[in-house]
C-alpha cells in the first residue's frame, strides 16, 4: 500500500489503523480473562472432580452464592474494612500531611518517612503486624504490659481484636498515600488566604475548617476514590496476618475467592463469586462517584 | 501553605518531625533490628529491644540458601519476572 493511498480513504482508516495494537492488547489482557471468567460461572469446574466434560449448571452457581453463609460474611468483612479504614487513613493521612508540611528546615527526612509505608509491599506490612501483635513476643502486648495492663490480650487469636489489628495495620500501610495525595493538596493553598484570614481575626481551628478543609475537597475526593476502589480488593495484609483466622472472622471476598480457586480448586464457583464480588464492587464505587463526585 | 503558627516553636516542629518519621520508619528499623538478632533471642521473654549480641549470622544464611541451587532458580526467576513486568509496565 503507498502511503498516498493509506492517507486517500479517510482519517478513519489511520485512525482505526493506530488505535488496533492497543485494542488488541486490551482485548486479550483485560476482555478475554473476564468474558472467560463469566462463562466459567455458569459450569461445575471442579478441578479434584476426576475427568469429563464440565457441566453446564446454568444459574445454579449464583444461587448457592446466595445461600453460601461464607460469601455474606466474606461480604460484610470486606464492606467493614473499607467503612473503617478508609476514614480512618484519611484522618490519619491528613494529620501527618499537615505535621510534614510544616516549614522544616531539611524536608526529606519527613518525606522519605512519608512514603515509605507506601514504598513497603503489602505483604511485608502484614508480615512485620503480624509479628508486633504477636500474643508472646509481639511489641504491642509487651508496652502495654509495661504501661500497667495486666491481662495480655491475644490480639490475632480473638475475632474481633483481630479484626482491630488488621485495621490498624492497614490503616498504617494506606496513610501514608493519602498523605501524599494531601501534601500535595496543602502545598496549592495560597498563603494569602491565611494571612487575611488572621487580619480578620479568625483563629487556628477556623482558619483549618474554613480555608483548609474546603481548599483541601478535590485532593481528598480523589484520595477517598482510589483508596475505597483499593480497600474493596483487600488481600496480602488480612491474608499474611491471620490467614483469615480465627475461623473465618476476618476473611475478606478477595481472600475467599483465592482459597475457593487455589486451595479448594473449585474454578467454577470461585469465579462466581469472583463475578459476584466484581458487582458488589460496581454497585459501591458507582454509588460513591455520583455521591462524592457531585461535591466537586 | 500553611503558616508558622504563633505557637509553633522550633521544638514542636521537632515533635512534629519526629512522630511523621517514626510513625514511617518504626516498623523497618525493627525488622532491621529483628535481623540482627540471634535466633534464640526472638522467642524470649521479656522481649529485647536492641539486641543483646549482634550478629550477621542471618545475612550469610540467606545468601548462602539463596545461592544454593533450588532457591537460585527461584531467584533468577524472579528477577526475569520483575524485569519483564517492568518493561511491559512502563
Redesign the interface.
Known amino acids: 500500500m503507498s502511503f498516498s493511498k493509506l492517507r486517500d480513504p479517510s482519517e478513519k482508516t489511520l485512525a482505526l489503523l493506530l488505535l488496533a495494537p492497543a485494542f488488541v492488547l486490551l482485548a486479550l489482557i483485560v476482555v478475554y480473562p473476564i468474558g472467560k471468567l463469566i462463562y466459567n460461572s455458569f459450569y461445575d469446574l471442579r478441578l479434584s472432580g476426576g475427568v469429563g466434560e464440565p457441566k453446564f449448571l446454568g444459574f445454579q452457581n449464583y444461587m448457592d452464592v446466595w445461600k453460601d453463609q461464607d460469601f455474606w460474611n466474606a461480604a460484610k468483612n470486606t464492606v467493614l474494612i473499607t467503612l473503617i479504614t478508609v476514614p480512618g487513613a484519611l484522618v490519619v493521612g491528613l494529620g501527618?500531611a499537615?505535621?510534614?508540611?510544616?516549614?522544616?528546615k531539611r524536608k526529606w527526612?519527613?518525606r522519605?518517612?512519608?512514603?515509605?509505608?507506601w514504598a513497603?509491599p503489602l505483604s511485608f506490612?502484614g508480615l512485620?503486624?503480624a509479628?508486633?501483635f504477636h500474643t508472646?513476643?509481639?511489641?504491642v502486648n509487651?508496652v502495654l504490659s509495661r504501661l500497667g495492663k495486666e491481662e495480655t490480650s491475644m490480639w490475632l487469636l480473638r475475632p474481633q481484636w483481630a479484626f482491630a489489628a488488621i485495621c490498624i495495620a492497614i490503616i498504617?500501610k494506606t496513610s501514608?498515600f493519602m498523605a501524599l495525595i494531601l501534601l500535595a493538596g496543602?502545598?496549592m493553598?495560597p498563603?494569602s488566604l491565611?494571612?487575611a484570614a488572621?487580619v480578620d481575626g479568625a483563629n487556628?481551628w477556623q482558619q483549618f475548617w474554613q480555608i483548609?478543609i474546603p481548599m483541601l475537597m478535590p485532593s481528598i475526593i480523589v484520595a477517598l476514590i482510589f483508596r475505597t476502589i483499593t480497600a474493596l480488593q483487600t488481600f496480602d495484609i488480612p491474608y499474611t496476618m491471620t490467614k483469615g483466622g480465627p475461623g473465618n472472622s476476618t476473611e475478606t471476598l478477595a481472600m475467599l475467592i483465592h482459597k475457593t480457586t487455589i486451595d479448594y480448586l473449585d474454578v467454577g464457583y470461585g469465579s462466581t463469586l469472583a463475578v459476584c464480588m466484581f458487582i458488589i464492587s460496581l454497585i459501591i464505587t458507582a454509588v460513591y462517584l455520583k455521591r462524592v463526585g457531585a461535591q466537586t | 501553605?500553611?503558616?508558622?503558627?504563633s505557637w509553633?516553636s522550633r521544638q514542636l516542629?521537632w515533635v512534629?518531625?519526629a512522630?511523621?518519621?517514626?510513625?514511617?520508619?518504626f516498623?523497618?528499623v525493627?525488622?532491621l533490628l529483628?535481623s540482627l538478632k540471634r535466633e534464640i533471642e526472638?522467642?524470649?521473654?521479656?522481649?529485647t529491644y536492641w539486641p543483646h549480641h549482634l550478629t550477621i549470622q542471618n545475612y550469610v544464611q540467606a545468601f548462602t540458601v539463596l545461592a544454593s541451587p533450588p532457591h537460585y532458580s527461584k531467584l533468577c526467576a524472579g528477577l526475569y519476572r520483575s524485569a519483564f513486568a517492568y518493561v511491559f509496565g512502563q
Open positions: 501527618l499537615m505535621l510534614a508540611n510544616l516549614p522544616f527526612p519527613v522519605l518517612a512519608l512514603l515509605l509505608p513497603l506490612a512485620i503486624f509479628w508486633f508472646e513476643y509481639g511489641i509487651d498504617w501514608s496543602l502545598q493553598i498563603k491565611y494571612e488572621e487556628k483548609t | 501553605m500553611i503558616q508558622l503558627p509553633s516542629r512534629a518531625a512522630i511523621v518519621v517514626f510513625n514511617g520508619f516498623p523497618a525493627w525488622i529483628t526472638l522467642v524470649q521473654k521479656p522481649i
